[in-house]
């Protein structure tokens, strides 16, 4: 039971998962400090207020703390926004630039100019309608 235990654990798909948690861990560290240090006090310079958790209404002897939902709220935006401009976008642009070089590569097949089925780029005839291609 302990081999089979031990091989589970070293199997890629553990590890890799591992060490996905960690750096995805160590990922929101770092975005949850851009937030707090770089763009909620840049928020905090335009509006004037760097925080609202001191707006509370009373209903009935209850406190509602609208201001903790808004603080949360803007975190949220801040965070999911700062996600999609610097992590998102740029990995899109990389896609994107990788299968921009994928298509630009050379052709393996050609079209048949008599039925416009798709031959090798080798073939010297049609194997579906059997013309002979120059």
Do not use: W, Y
Request: hydrophobic fraction near 50%.
């Amino acid at each position: 039971m302990l081999k089979e235990f031990k091989q589970f654990l070293l199997r890629g798909n553990v590890v890799d998962l591992a060490v996905g948690v960690v750096i995805g861990a160590s990922f929101g560290t770092i975005v949850t400090a851009l937030v707090s240090d770089i763009l909620t006090p840049f928020i905090a310079a335009i509006v004037t207020v760097p925080d609202f958790s001191n707006i509370v209404f009373t209903v009935n002897g209850s406190k509602f703390m609208i201001g903790h939902f808004i603080n949360a709220l803007i975190s949220f935006i801040l965070v999911t926004g700062a996600i999609f401009f610097f992590v998102v976008k740029p990995m899109n642009l990389l896609v994107e630039q990788s299968h921009k070089e994928k298509v630009l590569a050379d052709p393996t097949t050609k079209k048949c100019t008599e039925c416009l089925s798709e031959i090798p780029k080798e073939a010297k005839r049609c194997a579906h309608c059997t013309q002979t291609i120059a």
